[in-house]
């Protein structure tokens, strides 16, 4: 049926709301102040089961078809969804009669729709808000995911999401509570996070089916979760969704369900009143066995459901009306609600509610479906999401220190966009269709260079020295992760811009790739910088799609960069390979030392890590670390995937959710790796080749704390007909009694324990996949003297220790078969005619002495792998003096360091005049003897281009701070700001604290 019928509907009916009917609300006149939210719940009745009848439509940005396609219903061979006419009809409907209500999730959809519509239309919405029949729950610009989404991510796409209900609806539209209902599996740190949003509640649909089992005998499926450390105000209410989010079997009244409509024409042969009413009374009763109070909430609506919206208000209507015929007799009650009204019910049984403390990961379905492959699927798609975060967190910083006065810019809004809608649970996760992540992968790619150039800009206005100086123009090198630069390759002179989006001064590598033979790097004194050049990794040259002439990497550190600001460094092609100072120091250092073929042992040393290697299998084989030697091999293994036709749970494939191995041992890909090694002033790296589609270099630099590798995997061959999961496998001496600990969202750590779940006993169905958790930072392990050993990663991924003292993480996956979850296609990921290269990071980090911690290395090195320099270069005719005379060298955005346990973790224009500011605690209670203690922020004469007028504290999602609904047994502890006379921020381990800054600029 034509949409436009559906507008066309709903004008006549505003114009008509005058006229009688009762049920419609009127929206003439001037909007007043209203009695919203919770008041606005209808009346449940006393000693009867109060069934809440929820009606709603799970709209995916993004899955089967890409996210425009979801919206205005094309490529429907795939699948018959179209967004766009799921809000027509259903306006339509709820202003036919007040009682309605609908559930309104994805703020990227409704935003688009929303654009679309007539003054009058948005009046009708605007009012249906007010009065509770169109409730907002959650309302980030997606649903993400909660295994592989980054916590600065999620907090960005619920911000922006949030931020467009309240400034179009008020504080009448402010989300009481959030649902989860289709990620697979649930995190601590994403509950967390929604406590500190001001949320009173949070609904799950997918739980593990043993622990769902258990919880409703029990009558447990619903509790407090104690989401980070008691007292810190990040205790949620969160309640299981019976039926995941499906209505009840055989009461789906989509137009593209089969189920029997409720016919109660007594004289039609259809006639089935009594059988469908009895029929849901049953299900009922059984629901309400599994719950504590006498209110369930029965969802009614599927994925893309109401898009004929008619047909299912129309028989709840009627399946409502019967049931409440009966009443007296069932003892059962319903009334359409949201679960705002839900929780609302339940906050009022005045009842002790059992406590979680872990989280619900690994997600089950059926004893050989564990959700834990997703974990590392699409391992390229997740580093670019996890790199164009950190750029758009630059280019946020960039915007608000230059650009303040104008509020957010379209280049910002693009990429924050484009961010958001990767972080949905089908997205980042790597479980759409191949064509739909190319369209995510478009989506980050525009935005990124809409960034791009955007940065460009502000260089090209600051760095002149007069405004008569000829702007100079900075361009970006998108292929970096493949080595390729057409500037740093062919240009005999540039300069390159390295932005430090850290709140502290740092020092950091730099490496750019080139194929001159001797190069000269200067810095803004024009002293020379000492460099190293060193050969790419052997299998960089290979990376298909590389169109790169360049040969070796030119190393430098660039020392003490200012925070919140960047430096310039001149850098030219020199016909001298080797020069020195007066010391006799090398310089400008090309020379490396090759060595290959080794019949001994080989090491490569800083001052601080010794790493030693097998002389006949090439492998890594110790670590010494202070001097204390830990054996510590490395090797990279993969797991034949399982095919099957998931006609039964045993015939489950591995595919893109399920990692299901064939067995429970991983094949090693080479007993024997080639070795050669190179070392030089700044970094010592030993490259090795395990098969043609696997290489590794492993790289220590001076003074780091951390051992590197970087590896390349693929193209997986799969012409045995197999496909393979490969993993990269840690092993070491240490005895960690089957305890490991990861990062939850990369924040907060979570204790594992292999073959175990903290609140019911586990039945082991898959010992491999059963025991992997996500990553998204880092993961260790440690012994009872006190030794640790950990990894900080890239991007997500799947990590575990299968064995005591092994560290065993999952980079790439290719399939064969589908797992029969929905997508439709195997995880069999292709580029330029062969299967996909992947390149990535692994950072080894470790404390062998007692009393020692491992925290401050993997806190702040996680720190700066999210938040990696901004590197913009520009060409140059001109020598160093006469650059250095018409441009600047360095700015600084602060005049100070923020501490050391201090995160700066979001600094962007908000409005016209204001910035919205966030400082982080990084550290957990009791993770480090002093870092891990409060600490105070001044930001008195902090930032170097504004002052600070006022500032108001929000809550973590930038929206006013309300108190949230209490529970018995739930501490809620407030937040206030001291005089901001003072402008001194306290921050707890682990907190953060929201700003807006009224700011002016300094003369």
Known sequence: MNPGYFVLQAVLLISQLATGDRKVPTVQGKRTKAICGYDKCPVEKPGVINVHIVPHSHDDVGWLKTVDQYYYGSNNSIQAAAVQYIYDTVIVELLKDSRRRFVAVEVAFFW???????????????????????????????????????????????????????DTFGECARPKTVWQIDPFGHSKEQAALFALMDFDGLFLGRIDYQDKTNRKYSKTMEMIWEAGHPGDRTSLFTGILYNNYSPPPGFCFDSYCSDQPIVDDSHSPEYNVKTRVADFIKYVNEAASAYATNNILITMGNDFNYQFAISWYKNLDKLIRYVNKGTSRSGIYAFYSTPGCYLNSLSKANKEWPIKEDDFFPYASDPHAYWTGYFTSRPSFKGNIRSTSGLLQACKQMSAIFSHKSGPSNPLVLLERAEAVAQHHDAVTGTAKQHVTDDYVRRLHEGASSCYHSIAKIYSRILPQEDSTQPVHFRHCHYLNVSQCQITEHEGRFVVNIYNQLSMEESLYIRLPIRGKSYVVLNQEGEEVLSQIVPLGPGVRFIPGRNSTATSDLVFLAERLPALGFRSYYIMESKTVLRKNKAGAQKSSSKFTRVGKYSEDVSI????????????????????????????????????????????????????????????????????????????????????????????????????????????????PIRDGV???????????????????????????????????????????????????????????????????????????????????????????????????????????????????????????????????????????????????????????????????????EFAGLKRSLPANVNLLTFEPWETGKILLRLEHIYQKGEHPSLSKVVTVSLEDLFTTFSIVSMRELNLAGGEIHDRMAWNGMKLEKTHLRKHDYLEVNLKPMEIRTFLLTVEEKI
């Open 112 to 166: 688009r729709w929303w654009k679309e519509q007539t003054k009058a239309i948005k009046t009708a919405v605007k009012r249906l808000v007010d009065n509770g029949q169109l409730e907002f729950v959650g309302a980030g610009w997606c649903m993400n995911d909660e295994a592989t989404a980054y916590y600065t991510d999620i907090i960005d796409q619920m911000t922006i999401g949030l931020k467009f209900i309240n």
């Open 605 to 716: 040393n800083n001052e601080r890590i010794s790493a030693k290697f097998d002389g006949e299998t090439g492998k890594l084989h110790e670590i010494v670390i202070d001097g204390v030697a830990v054996t510590l091999s490395h090797s990279f293994l993969y797991y034949k995937g399982m095919s099957g036709n998931n006609s039964r749970f045993k015939f489950r494939a591995s595919g893109a959710y399920i990692f299901r191995p064939n067995g429970t041992d991983a094949d090693q890909i080479s007993e024997v790796v080639k070795l050669n090694v190179y070392t030089g002033p700044l970094v010592s790296e030993v490259h090795q080749v395990f098969s043609p589609w696997l290489t590794q270099v492993v790289r220590l630099y001076k003074g780091a704390p951390y051992l590197e590798f970087d590896w390349i995997c693929g193209p997986i």
């Open 723 to 889: 496909g393979k999961e490969v993993v990269s496998r840690f092993t070491t001496d240490l005895h960690s009694k089957s305890i490991f600990f990861t990062d939850s969202n990369g924040r907060q750590i979570v204790k594992r324990k292999r073959d175990f779940r903290p609140t019911w006993k586990l039945n082991v169905t898959e010992p491999t996949s059963g025991n992997y958790y996500p990553l998204n930072s880092f993961m260790y392990i440690g012994d009872s003297f006190g030794r640790r050993i950990g990894v900080v990663v890239d991007r997500a991924e799947g990590g575990t220790s299968l064995r005591d003292g092994e560290l065993e993480l999952m980079i790439h996956r290719r399939l064969l078969f589908d797992d029969a979850f929905g997508v439709g296609e195997a995880l069999n990921e292709t580029e330029f005619g062969e299967g996909l290269v992947v390149r990535g990071t692994k950072y080894l980090i470790g404390n062998f002495s007692s009393g020692g911690t491992i925290s401050q290395h993997y806190r702040q090195l996680a720190l700066k792998v999210s938040k990696k320099p901004v590197l913009s270069f520009a060409k140059t005719s001109l020598s160093f003096s006469q650059w250095k005379t018409k441009y600047k060298f």
